[in-house]
T-cell receptor
């Protein structure tokens, strides 16, 4: 069964450093999402991406964050200058249709630790 | 802004019991998702609902659009059902708003 993959599984970085989290969505999917979950808290929406552009973003997704689909398979989340409060689990998800008509397939997550 | 409330926060059951988890939201939606988060952290989508009822194996999800309420039922619960069950709603903008989750523990 096709699955969403994410790399790395765990990233440790120093405050102020740039990180890139990578995701490979399911190959025929058209909608892509990033979510984060701070330890012990609920899952939060960051951004949705469709047709090579951001379709929706949350207030968390400020100028420090960017997303890219550099080729036909990868979907990346970049955090330019990490802060301590960026420490969280980051989940990528994809779906064939949008969130009002289709289920989403989640990757296993990347645990980001900012020191 | 949609507020999503789940109840109960924690639920302990004996194997074989019928489980109900509730989700209420404050603003009209296009769809509601039920998700399962395993102890290891992975998230699996269980259902996407916009009306009525869906069934998959021992899981049943219902939604009442007028009352802004959804329920997830598990029949004949099993220890492997132990997980956090999360409700998330979508208001037509590709943005999901999540509840805090219900932690279910099923004892043998």
């Amino acid at each position: 069964e096709p699955e969403v993959t994410q790399t790395p599984s765990h990233q440790v970085t120093q405050m102020g450093q740039e990180v890139i989290l990578r995701c490979v969505p399911i190959s025929n999917h058209l909608y892509f999402y990033w979510y984060r979950q701070i330890l012990g808290q609920k899952v939060e929406f960051l951004v949705s991406f469709y047709n090579n552009e951001i379709s929706e973003k949350s207030e968390i997704f400020d100028d420090q964050f960017s997303v890219e689909r550099p080729d036909g398979s990868n979907f990346t989340l970049k955090i330019r200058s990490t802060k301590l409060e960026d420490s969280a689990m980051y989940f990528c998800a994809s779906s064939l249709e949008g969130a009002s008509t289709d289920t989403q397939y989640f990757g296993p997550g990347t645990r980001l630790t900012v020191l | 802004k949609n507020e999503v409330e789940q109840s109960p926060q924690n639920l302990t059951a004996q194997e074989g019991e019928f489980i109900t988890i509730n989700c209420s939201y404050s603003v009209g939606i296009s769809a509601l998702h039920w998700l399962q988060q395993h102890p290891g952290g992975g998230i699996v989508s269980l259902f996407m609902l916009s009306s009525g009822k869906k069934k998959h194996g021992r899981l049943i999800a219902t939604i009442n659009i007028q009352e802004k309420h959804s329920s997830l039922h598990i029949t004949a619960s099993h220890p492997r059902d132990s997980a956090v069950y999360i409700c998330a709603v979508e208001g037509g903008s590709e943005k999901l708003v999540f509840g805090k989750g219900t932690k279910l523990t099923v004892n043998p």
